[in-house]
């Protein structure tokens, strides 16, 4: 029901295309991972994700754990039918928000005591309960629980967190009881080479099918987090899916990918999309800014989604000073929708041996606010 191959490798960096087989479909990368943290992207219907090419979503263990419960989207026949979503599907393992939206958890050995965000009870997660909840959602990707830990931290409290990833890995893997899913260890570490590179030895003995590289961008910057990334990409197996978690920008994918990264996933273009930041082929556009009250070209002349076929400038303004749903909607469905644009490019690019010079065009992206009034 699975398989893996790698279809093309670029001359000049270690960036390449591959092929993803799952039992819910084929998955060219590099792939961007639209996020629907709670069972939908928000705002974006599910045929709508497919009319802008993307081909795998991502769904959170952590929020379908506390709401509505893994046995009632089980009961509904499982995340797909759930979901409304015939594709492929990743779920995390909820390591990372138990860490960061809980104000108060208290870990040992086994387990994480958290309070949820939601109502303040107290929740348990270990690797057999983190696992058991994915097994009952259905994804057709499922993560390893593991440690995640703010930027900058102690070294020792890094290499705690490691161990404890580590331990955690080899539980997630014992508990696992479906042979429908693929199950990725995660590579945690900071930014340090050395633990890096322990997690990930120690990882490959695992022999999962896919690795994923967690605990970056949390802060550390672009360099840092792209330097992290491809040093990390490059311990782990060739033959195998490589998976950068909650990256990112353009800027960050595309300088990962010169690494081997496969797989990303971000809530930054919906997320962006809904506060009015949209992303286009020539830079980046704050909606609310007085500059597009009159403008009646649509956010991106070179795009050919429904909002820019449909919308000017504009008119997308006027939405979100009213507060009009439709601004939000989309201009996260453009945002998406350029996130496609920009790896079905990228795996063009590599086929055809031009991907330095590609790569090169997105090197300073984040920082273009030509289009931009201050």
């Avoid at 993803?20 to 639209?34: D, E, N, R, Y």
């Avoid at 003995?205 to 672009?222: R, T, W």
């Avoid at 010169?258 to 809530?267: I, L, R, S």
């Amino acid at each position: 029901m699975f398989s893996f191959n790698v279809e093309k490798e670029d001359a000049t960096s270690s960036a390449r295309t591959g092929e993803l087989v799952t039992p819910h479909g084929v998955v060219k990368t590099p792939v961007f991972m639209p996020v629907g943290t709670r069972g939908s992207v928000k705002g974006i219907l599910p045929n709508q994700l497919k009319e802008i090419g993307a081909q795998k979503i991502l769904a959170n263990t952590y929020h379908l754990l506390l709401r509505p419960g893994p046995d009632i989207v089980a009961e509904l026949g499982g995340l797909h039918a759930f979901m409304g979503w015939d594709g492929p599907i990743l779920t995390d393992s909820g390591g990372f928000q138990v860490f960061s939206l809980s104000e108060l958890n208290k870990i040992t050995e086994d387990q994480v005591e958290f309070v949820s965000h939601i109502d303040g009870q107290k929740k348990l997660l270990s690797p057999k309960i983190a696992t058991e909840v994915q097994n009952k959602l259905g994804a057709d990707i499922i993560m390893a629980f593991d440690e995640c830990v703010e930027l900058p931290c102690d070294r020792k409290v890094m290499e705690g967190a490691v161990d404890r990833t580590l331990r955690w890995a080899e539980l997630s893997l014992e508990a696992h009881q479906r042979t429908d899913q693929w199950m990725f260890g995660i590579v945690q570490g900071g930014t340090d080479d050395a633990l890096r590179q322990y997690c990930s030895e120690a990882l490959i003995k695992l022999d999962f099918p896919g690795y994923a590289i967690g605990g970056l961008s949390v802060g550390e910057g672009h360099d840092l987090l792209v330097k992290t990334a491809c040093y990390t990409a490059n311990l782990l197996p060739k033959d195998k899916p490589r998976y950068l978690m909650g990256v990112g920008t353009p800027r960050d994918m595309i300088g990962a990918i010169a690494g081997g990264v496969d797989m990303f996933d971000c809530v930054m273009p919906s997320r962006n999309g809904r506060n009015g930041f949209a992303f286009t082929q020539d830079g980046t556009l704050r909606m609310r800014n007085a500059i597009h009250t009159t403008d009646k070209r649509p956010l991106d002349e070179k795009c050919d989604c429904y909002t820019c076929e449909n919308f000017s400038r504009g008119f997308l303004r006027h939405m979100f000073l009213v507060g009009e749903m439709a601004g939000p909607i989309l201009v996260s469905l453009h945002n998406l929708s350029f996130y496609q644009w920009l790896m079905a490019q990228t795996r063009l690019a590599i086929e055809e041996n031009r991907f330095d010079v590609w790569a090169q065009r997105w090197a300073n992206y984040d920082l273009d606010r030509k289009q931009n009034d201050s």
